[in-house]
């Protein structure tokens, strides 16, 4: 029963952000704490896009508020839409800003402040998110640091108990 409240609330937002309008494609996940926003229909997820927690998209500019009583600046307002490509990652407590557009097969670094589009197959991360090495050359850094004995099917049969003995 918990399992089934957790697992709720880790999709709350995500079902929230469907029904108001956000395009979301087949597979997607977020964690919990995703906040999708006041204009979640700004936003446009590819298929088994995965966001992990505490990930915020801003998609538009609240900054103008402090320029908006000035005579000729009343009506100034800043918006953007928001693209996250096909099998792309976001990590943990990253902003994505206005007007960003996140390629395929991108991986966006835990913490990482988005401000320009990211071409595809390209991992980033930094404030602002800078270009750290295209997801190919991440996944042979990835393989390179797997334990030397990894045994998938075990992995898979019980990820908690494996991963304790050979770590």
């Given at each position: 029963?918990?399992?089934?409240?957790?697992?709720?609330?880790?999709m709350?937002?995500?079902?929230?952000?469907?029904?108001?309008?956000?395009?979301?494609?087949?597979?997607?996940s977020?964690?919990?704490?995703?906040n999708?926003?006041?204009e979640?229909?700004?936003?446009?997820l590819?298929?088994r896009?995965?966001i992990?927690?505490?990930?915020?998209?801003?998609t538009?500019?609240?900054?103008?508020?402090?320029?908006?009583?000035?005579p000729?600046?009343?009506d100034?307002?800043?918006?953007?839409?928001i693209?996250?490509g096909n099998?792309?990652?976001?990590?943990a407590?990253?902003?994505?800003?206005p007007?960003?557009?996140?390629?395929?097969n991108?991986?966006?670094?835990?913490?990482?402040?988005?401000t320009?589009d990211?071409p595809?197959?390209?991992?980033?991360?930094?404030?602002?998110?800078?270009?750290?090495?295209?997801?190919?050359?991440?996944a042979?850094?990835?393989?390179?640091?797997?334990?030397?004995n990894?045994?998938?099917?075990?992995y898979?049969?019980?990820?908690?108990?494996?991963l304790?003995e050979?770590?």
């Open positions: 029963m918990l399992a089934k409240l957790i697992l709720k609330k880790l709350g937002s995500l079902k929230y952000a469907r029904k108001h309008g956000m395009k979301c494609g087949e597979g997607c977020a964690m919990g704490g995703v999708f926003g006041v979640p229909y700004l936003i446009t590819g298929d896009v995965r992990s927690s505490n990930v915020h998209f801003i538009h500019d609240g900054g103008t508020w402090a320029f908006r009583r000035e000729g600046n009343e100034i307002v800043r918006f953007g839409k693209k996250v099998d792309s990652f976001i990590g407590h990253s902003i994505i800003m007007g960003v557009t996140i390629g395929k991108c991986v966006v670094g835990a913490g990482s402040v988005v320009k990211i595809d197959r390209t991992v980033v991360a930094g404030v602002p998110a800078r270009v750290i090495c295209s997801t190919d050359e991440y042979e850094k990835c393989r390179a640091k797997m334990p030397e990894f045994d998938p099917k075990k898979r049969e019980n990820k908690r108990a494996y304790t050979i770590l």
